[in-house]
């Protein structure tokens, strides 16, 4: 079951962190709860990414469509969230705020383009994050916020498929992720897509590429259990979230319930679902007919201790395959 709020075109290549599907809140912002040790408590929501122009979904900047005051950029690439180039005309380095003031051709969902312009770029507290205000017509592309200012947008490598909600590596295109949907927001939670998670099981030591930590993170924010792009939560449902590299840790004494463990292609196992209805369907029974071999509510395993197998933990994951282990784990209201 698809559960949408506005648009249900799929598809940019400026894109916005969030989940496929569902609009988020304009303004919509994430809470810490506790110091570093202590995991994150988060609003979550149902949108991939928050960018649209007139009603279609943009579906990717061009690398080779940027210029500066009229003056094309070759070689334009990403260096984390950092945009970086050359100037046709003096071969001149521009990278990072630099690129405050271009002009960007956009791919929207119908295959046609458009100029956006990037208003301003600014660092952020997180290392290596820079933030966008793009316009389109002097209108923001992530919208405003409940102060009217400009939502701002984070730049990631790729595009992301509106149906699927899966990643799509490119070195043509790259994407705006908007501030407060699932794509930016898992990057600012500690999943920077291009680091990587050294994880040692005592004798040998492995990269984990963060992407998959994205990858699922993106999954769990918009509850999209069986990795097919639909999800099954509402705007502004709080979560605890936690993850197998210790970035995020469980938050103790909230009460809440465990609800899954995630991949990058959705939840590996599933205690129960965030919500037991949504849209007058019933959520575990969309699991039952789309992937049932996910279900665990009886598994002792599933949502356990090391003990019991499951390959979160490093002494059972250590080696396994990135793209189906799970890396994150989640837990939500009794009440919802």
Partial sequence: MRFWKGSGVLGIALLVLGGAGCALEAGEAEERVGEAELSLMAKNGLELNGTRLNGVY????????????????????????????????????????????????????????TIVHVESVSTTEIPGVYTYVVL?????????????????AIALEGTWDYVTGAHVASTDQFTMACRGAALAKCIEW?????????????????????????????????ADYCGDGVPHTIDGTTIDLWDAAGIQTQTPGVGYMAEAEWSPSGATCIKRPRYAVMGGASVEQYIQTHCPSRWAATSSACMGGASGGSQFFTQNGFGALNETRPLLRNASSEAE
């Avoid at 984390?80 to 521009?94: F, K, P």
């Avoid at 919208?143 to 701002?152: A, K, Q």
């Fill in 58 to 113: 943009l579906n990717g900047v061009k690398m080779n469509g940027v210029k500066m005051n009229g003056v094309k950029m070759n070689g334009v690439k990403m260096n984390g969230t950092a945009l970086e180039g050359t100037r046709e005309d003096t071969s001149a380095a521009v990278a990072g705020t630099g690129f405050s003031g271009a002009d960007m051709e956009a791919v929207l969902a119908d295959a046609t383009t």
């Fill in 136 to 152: 389109e017509d002097g209108v923001s592309i992530c919208g405003y916020d409940v102060d009217g200012n400009p939502i701002s």
């Fill in 190 to 222: 500690g999943y920077p897509r291009w680091n990587s998670w050294q994880e040692s099981n005592g004798q040998s030591t492995q990269s984990v590429p963060f992407q998959y930590f994205h990858d699922a993170c993106v999954r769990m924010v918009r």
